[in-house]
């Protein structure tokens, strides 16, 4: 299974999707907590991204997008290829 990653805020309701889609489909994931960010984590987000806002998600170091772009994967059926690739890519 590919190695996948959420930045997320929990009071933010497009986090909180992206959170229960993810398991729902029995996903393992990194979830990276940024409602209380000691740790410069929301600075590494933005660096990794390019984007500000919450949830930014990755799968095998590649930029997913947010919820909207998460669920759009999984509608078009393309969210399931790319969690089974265990081959990592290159952060876009």
Same mark, same amino acid.
């Given at each position: 299974? =590919?190695?996948?990653?959420?930045?997320?805020?929990?009071?933010? /309701?497009?986090?909180?999707?992206?959170?229960?889609?993810?398991?729902?489909?029995?996903? =393992?994931?990194? =979830?990276?907590?940024?409602?209380?960010?000691? =740790?410069?984590?929301?600075?590494?987000?933005?660096?990794?991204?390019?984007?500000?806002?919450? /949830?930014?998600?990755?799968?095998?170091?590649?930029?997913?997008?947010?919820?909207?772009?998460?669920?759009?994967?999984?509608?078009?059926?393309?969210?399931?290829?790319?969690?089974?690739?265990?081959?990592?890519?290159?952060?876009?």
């Amino acid at each position: 299974m =590919a190695h996948t990653e959420i930045y997320f805020k929990d009071w933010c /309701p497009y986090s909180q999707r992206a959170l229960a889609l993810l398991t729902r489909k029995g996903v =393992a994931f990194e =979830a990276i907590d940024l409602t209380t960010d000691k =740790a410069g984590r929301e600075l590494e987000m933005r660096e990794r991204s390019g984007h500000t806002s919450v /949830p930014q998600i990755f799968i095998n170091g590649r930029h997913i997008g947010g919820f909207d772009d998460l669920s759009a994967l999984e509608q078009s059926g393309e969210l399931d290829q790319r969690l089974s690739d265990k081959n990592v890519a290159s952060a876009a």
